[in-house]
């Protein structure tokens, strides 16, 4: 009996090991696959901290790009792709597939910054053997200068209402960068009938009037004032007089730098080509009417004295661009920081012109209130235009455009104004 009863336990324990295999051989894979799964959990974890991390490095590169370098769109984007890429670790899977992310860019118009969004395949090296799909890794990122960016207008106003005002079916279009106003009004900023602003960034130091269709996009209220961008670049020296009360009356003509006591006047269908130089206008108007055409490069204009300011009308041809070097490069207009209203005898800096599809260059005037009317394009033809003004209006029905091609024009920008440097920062 005893012996049999061995036989019986050896056979009992013999099922037992058979039984165990059995059900192991059948949780192994189960076992393996969890097992996997967490390794490449972890591994997810880990991947998705470096996409992260690569995308907020793309975000600050590409708005450093697109706000300090003043690159274009396509340079903008491949600046987010190869800063991005480089960024991310270099990873690969047990099939030797490399992971490789994809940055896309967005320029975010309602507070001047750009959005990387970043994708990227999960890595998988044992759920790969498993035939399921998983969602790809997608994260994003924002960045924006802080305290800079590209600043295009300037309404120096400091508490009186409309300094910048637009009325009628005007427009003043500033897609690439920022105009603040520094009027602390409620109404400092009006834009009201038909009227349309359209920027990359509007700041106002005060409030705002107008609909929402008025404005493109919304406008930041409250911004802190910027101070005179340009207050430190020094005034043309104004010598003797070398031309008197000038006035061109048709037919062809070639002017030469200098300073025109009395002002220029510019009339009756003359055809005026301005030598490259600074043009002083002192005591009275630069006058350009009755279809008289000027035409000049690296040509700079400076008003100082009484009555002394432009106008022109809607009947003249205007192509102006501002010099390359010398003591007003980069500078189209600037008028004198030592005029008062007195000195204008209340008249204003007036560009009614229906063709001046060129003004190269920054046009500077801290005490003077520039007045833009007419039907048609203003500038729009010109590698950059900059206007820092007390007050800027723009009536009737122009579309004023400040372009932003720094980089397409050998005449400087000033410090202060255009590519500003400044710190990127991540907001988002």
Same mark, same amino acid.
């Given at each position: 009996?005893?012996?049999?009863?061995?036989?019986?336990?050896?056979?009992?324990?013999?099922?037992?090991?058979?039984?165990?295999?059995?059900?192991?051989?059948?949780?192994?894979?189960?076992?393996?696959?969890?097992?996997?799964?967490?390794?490449?959990?972890?591994?997810?974890?880990?991947?998705?901290?470096?996409?992260?991390?690569?995308?907020?490095?793309?975000?600050?590169?590409?708005?450093?790009?697109?706000?300090? !370098?003043?690159? &274009?769109? @396509?340079?903008? +984007?491949?600046?987010?792709?190869?800063?991005? *890429? =480089?960024? $991310?670790? #270099?990873?690969?899977?047990?099939?030797?597939?490399?992971?490789?992310?994809?940055?896309?860019?967005?320029?975010?118009?309602?507070?001047?910054?750009?959005?990387?969004?970043?994708?990227?395949?999960?890595?998988?090296?044992?759920?790969?053997?498993?035939?399921?799909?998983?969602?790809?890794?997608?994260?994003?990122?924002?960045?924006?200068?802080?305290?800079?960016?590209?600043?295009?207008?300037?309404?120096?106003?400091?508490?009186?209402?409309?300094?910048?005002?637009?009325?009628?079916?005007?427009?003043?279009?500033?897609?690439?960068? !920022?105009?603040? &106003?520094? @009027?602390?009004? +409620?109404?400092?900023?009006?834009?009201?009938? *038909? =009227?349309? $602003?359209? #920027?990359?960034?509007?700041?106002?130091?005060?409030?705002?009037?107008?609909?929402?269709?008025?404005?493109?996009?919304?406008?930041?209220?409250?911004?802190?004032?910027?101070?005179?961008?340009?207050?430190?670049?020094?005034?043309?020296?104004?010598?003797?007089?070398?031309?008197?009360?000038?006035?061109?009356?048709?037919?062809?003509?070639?002017?030469?730098?200098?300073?025109?006591?009395?002002?220029?006047?510019?009339?009756?269908?003359?055809?005026?080509?301005?030598?490259?130089?600074?043009?002083?206008?002192?005591?009275?108007?630069?006058?350009?009417?009755?279809?008289?055409?000027?035409?000049?490069?690296?040509?700079?204009?400076?008003?100082?004295?009484?009555?002394?300011?432009?106008?022109?009308?809607?009947?003249?041809?205007?192509?102006?661009?501002?010099?390359?070097?010398?003591?007003?490069?980069?500078?189209?207009?600037?008028?004198?920081?030592?005029?008062?209203?007195?000195?204008?005898?209340?008249?204003?800096?007036?560009?009614?012109?229906?063709?001046?599809?060129?003004?190269?260059?920054?046009?500077?005037?801290?005490?003077?209130?520039?007045?833009?009317?007419?039907?048609?394009?203003?500038?729009?033809?010109?590698?950059?235009?900059?206007?820092?003004?007390?007050?800027?209006?723009?009536?009737?029905?122009?579309?004023?455009?400040?372009?932003?091609?720094?980089?397409?024009?050998?005449?400087?920008?000033?410090?202060?104004?255009?590519?500003?440097?400044?710190?990127?920062?991540?907001?988002?």
């Amino acid at each position: 009996m005893k012996a049999k009863g061995g036989h019986i336990v050896r056979r009992w324990l013999g099922a037992r090991s058979g039984n165990v295999a059995l059900n192991f051989a059948l949780i192994a894979p189960v076992l393996m696959a969890m097992i996997g799964f967490g390794i490449d959990y972890s591994t997810w974890n880990n991947q998705s901290d470096r996409l992260q991390a690569a995308a907020d490095a793309a975000a600050i590169a590409a708005a450093s790009e697109m706000y300090l !370098a003043n690159a &274009s769109t @396509s340079q903008v +984007s491949s600046t987010a792709q190869i800063v991005g *890429s =480089a960024n $991310l670790a #270099t990873q690969m899977d047990t099939h030797g597939n490399v992971a490789t992310g994809k940055f896309a860019t967005e320029v975010l118009v309602d507070n001047g910054g750009i959005k990387v969004t970043a994708t990227q395949d999960r890595i998988r090296n044992f759920t790969g053997l498993i035939p399921m799909e998983l969602a790809p890794f997608t994260t994003s990122a924002v960045a924006r200068p802080m305290g800079g960016g590209r600043i295009c207008a300037v309404m120096l106003e400091p508490d009186n209402s409309k300094a910048l005002y637009m009325t009628k079916k005007s427009r003043l279009t500033a897609k690439g960068c !920022a105009i603040y &106003s520094n @009027s602390t009004s +409620s109404q400092g900023l009006v834009v009201d009938s *038909s =009227a349309k $602003l359209i #920027t990359e960034f509007t700041c106002s130091a005060g409030g705002k009037a107008g609909k929402t269709y008025n404005f493109e996009p919304q406008p930041q209220l409250d911004c802190p004032p910027i101070v005179d961008p340009l207050r430190y670049r020094p005034e043309p020296k104004v010598g003797a007089c070398k031309f008197t009360d000038t006035e061109i009356e048709g037919g062809k003509h070639t002017l030469s730098p200098g300073v025109y006591c009395g002002g220029l006047t510019v009339t009756d269908d003359a055809d005026v080509t301005f030598e490259a130089g600074v043009y002083i206008i002192k005591d009275g108007e630069f006058t350009v009417e009755k279809g008289g055409s000027v035409t000049g490069e690296y040509v700079g204009f400076f008003f100082t004295g009484k009555k002394s300011v432009l106008y022109f009308a809607a009947d003249s041809h205007i192509d102006l661009k501002a010099p390359r070097d010398g003591e007003m490069a980069g500078i189209l207009f600037f008028e004198s920081r030592q005029m008062t209203e007195k000195d204008k005898d209340k008249s204003r800096q007036l560009i009614k012109s229906n063709d001046a599809r060129n003004l190269l260059g920054t046009i500077y005037m801290p005490k003077g209130e520039l007045h833009v009317e007419g039907n048609s394009p203003i500038a729009d033809r010109s590698a950059y235009t900059i206007i820092v003004v007390k007050s800027l209006q723009v009536d009737e029905g122009p579309n004023l455009v400040l372009n932003i091609g720094y980089g397409d024009t050998d005449v400087p920008v000033p410090d202060g104004v255009g590519p500003v440097s400044a710190n990127v920062a991540l907001v988002q």
